[in-house]
């Protein structure tokens, strides 16, 4: 008689029996910065009865979390390697000069006027090559000529921010290109239409991610999550992001501009018409820099070497890593992404003024920290950086809407920069995690 009992060799083992948040893989750190940021939401909105919540200031949120935040990305590898940049904020400000010279004055010197299609991208591709090359130039004194990072980057903080003085003899430089200006957030966003259509795509593409990992994870036989949880991460996920454009679809253009905009094509506003903002082309920069951070450290030979090499340093180099040129590669990265965020800041304030990025690296830095970034080196995440950015910017919005005086808004992001460390420090004594 033929045995017809099912071979179960090939099964995945079952998972223990474990709580909802276990069941979830719910990351505690990450779930503790969600509830601080939602208190932090809460908070103001009663505070300013219900108008920090509203579309427009939740608009108004993003586009000004955006620079910080592409920034506070680089910042994670490069405390990651147990380094710091203290000169984020001045190389911003020389990339956003550079930038702006190149629209205003020296490639009309050289025929190109303001307004022709090519000058915005010629200016970007100087402000990415000046970022880069500062920032490899500041890495190749931290790993070759072993100056501590914190010299050089204190040096490049004075240093950077008056270079980018003298190149605009001190002078605010605009109005900027009409089509850069479209990458700060106001002048640029996809419209209601094309923002359901990424929010779609993005849903679909992180419901395929979720499906992806679950098959890759049977494929190879780890403990699976129960099919309710994965439809729960689901769903969590699809809300967040089609709630968020919902949000940003509800912000309306005012009646005076879009009549300014019909006056200026030679129209008129038909009666009934209204438009929405939807998500701003900044924040989608933002999300692109996330997405390939974040695979670049997870999924690449570099971003293990920067992990590796945080996590312990002569080990990292005895086992053929080169410390030392991977230094020049993450503050290379790092330059590049002032340049970004220096694009992002110009293009929103419509011109270069020589303020830009002022206190910029404190609050990079208060971002990854806050994010989840330990100081020691080894750890840190991409989306925990993004987050610390957002929190640290609704602090200091709804401080402002709320009357709150600039000290006194110093006084309480630093205080809470402090507490966040010391939170970290007792939950990575708690869990064991060094």
């Given at each position: 008689?033929?045995?017809?009992?099912?071979?179960?060799?090939?099964?995945?083992?079952?998972?223990?029996?474990r709580?909802?948040?276990?069941?979830l893989?719910?990351?505690l750190?990450?779930?503790?910065?969600?509830g601080?940021?939602?208190v932090v939401?809460?908070?103001?909105?009663v505070?300013?009865?219900?108008?920090?919540?509203?579309?427009?200031?939740?608009?108004?949120?993003?586009i000004?979390?955006?620079?910080?935040?592409?920034?506070?990305?680089?910042?994670?590898?490069?405390?990651?390697?147990?380094?710091?940049?203290?000169?984020?904020g001045?190389?911003?400000?020389t990339?956003?000069?550079?930038?702006?010279?190149?629209?205003?004055a020296?490639?009309?010197?050289l025929?190109?006027?303001?307004?022709?299609?090519?000058?915005?991208?010629?200016?970007?591709?100087?402000?990415?090559?000046?970022?880069?090359?500062?920032?490899?130039f500041?890495g190749?004194?931290?790993?070759?000529?072993?100056?501590?990072?914190?010299?050089?980057?204190?040096g490049?903080?004075?240093?950077?921010?008056?270079?980018?003085?003298?190149?605009t003899?001190g002078?605010?430089?605009?109005?900027?290109?009409?089509?850069?200006?479209?990458?700060?957030?106001?002048?640029?966003?996809?419209g209601?239409?094309?923002?359901?259509?990424?929010?779609?795509?993005?849903?679909?593409?992180?419901?395929?991610?979720?499906?992806?990992?679950?098959?890759?994870?049977?494929?190879?036989?780890?403990p699976?999550?129960?099919?309710?949880?994965?439809?729960?991460?689901?769903?969590?996920?699809?809300?967040?992001?089609?709630?968020?454009?919902?949000?940003?679809?509800?912000?309306?253009?005012?009646?005076?501009?879009?009549?300014?905009?019909?006056?200026?094509?030679g129209?008129?506003?038909?009666?009934?018409?209204?438009?929405?903002?939807?998500?701003?082309?900044?924040v989608?920069?933002?999300i692109?820099?996330?997405?390939?951070?974040?695979?670049?450290?997870?999924?690449?030979?570099?971003?293990?070497?920067?992990?590796?090499?945080?996590?312990?340093?002569?080990?990292?180099?005895?086992?053929?890593?080169?410390?030392?040129?991977?230094?020049?590669?993450?503050?290379a990265?790092?330059?590049?992404?002032?340049?970004?965020?220096?694009?992002?800041?110009?293009?929103?304030?419509?011109?270069?003024?020589?303020?830009?990025?002022?206190?910029d690296e404190?609050?990079?830095?208060?971002?990854?920290?806050?994010?989840?970034?330990?100081?020691?080196?080894?750890?840190?995440?991409?989306?925990?950086?993004?987050?610390?950015?957002?929190?640290?910017?609704?602090?200091?919005?709804?401080?402002?809407?709320?009357?709150?005086?600039?000290?006194?808004?110093?006084?309480?992001?630093?205080?809470?920069?402090?507490?966040?460390?010391?939170?970290?420090?007792?939950?990575?004594?708690?869990?064991?995690v060094?």
């Open positions: 008689m033929t045995d017809t009992t099912p071979d179960d060799t090939n099964r995945p083992p079952a998972a223990p029996k709580n909802v948040v276990q069941a893989e719910i990351d750190r990450l779930l503790g910065m969600v601080a940021f939602a939401c809460i908070t103001f909105n505070m300013t009865d219900g108008r920090f919540l509203t579309p427009r200031n939740i608009f108004n949120l993003t000004q979390t955006a620079s910080v935040a592409i920034m506070a990305t680089g910042m994670v590898f490069v405390i990651v390697t147990r380094n710091i940049d203290l000169a984020v001045a190389l911003l400000a990339c956003s000069a550079m930038m702006a010279m190149t629209q205003t020296w490639l009309p010197a025929g190109l006027e303001l307004g022709h299609p090519a000058i915005p991208w010629i200016a970007i591709a100087v402000g990415l090559f000046t970022g880069a090359l500062i920032g490899g500041q190749w004194l931290i790993g070759y000529l072993t100056i501590p990072a914190f010299i050089v980057t204190l490049g903080l004075l240093v950077w921010r008056n270079v980018g003085w003298y190149l003899n002078q605010t430089i605009g109005p900027l290109d009409g089509t850069f200006r479209t990458f700060g957030g106001i002048s640029g966003t996809l209601e239409t094309w923002s359901w259509i990424f929010g779609l795509l993005a849903t679909a593409a992180a419901l395929w991610m979720l499906a992806t990992s679950r098959r890759n994870r049977k494929t190879h036989g780890f699976l999550k129960p099919i309710w949880a994965e439809f729960v991460v689901g769903g969590l996920v699809a809300i967040g992001i089609l709630g968020f454009i919902w949000v940003l679809n509800s912000y309306q253009v005012p009646e005076r501009v879009l009549a300014r905009d019909f006056a200026a094509r129209l008129e506003v038909p009666e009934g018409y209204t438009e929405a903002y939807g998500l701003p082309i900044s989608l920069l933002l692109a820099v996330a997405i390939v951070m974040t695979l670049v450290a997870q999924k690449t030979r570099l971003g293990r070497y920067i992990f590796a090499t945080g996590g312990n340093p002569e080990a990292a180099e005895l086992s053929g890593i080169n410390t030392r040129l991977l230094t020049v590669k993450v503050f990265i790092m330059g590049a992404l002032c340049a970004l965020a220096a694009l992002v800041a110009s293009a929103r304030l419509a011109n270069h003024s020589n303020d830009i990025g002022t206190l404190l609050r990079v830095i208060a971002a990854a920290v806050i994010g989840g970034t330990a100081l020691s080196g080894g750890i840190g995440t991409i989306y925990g950086a993004i987050l610390g950015a957002l929190i640290m910017q609704s602090l200091q919005s709804g401080m402002a809407m709320v009357g709150v005086d600039a000290p006194l808004q110093n006084i309480v992001v630093g205080s809470v920069l402090v507490l966040a460390v010391f939170v970290d420090i007792l939950y990575r004594r708690r869990t064991g060094k």
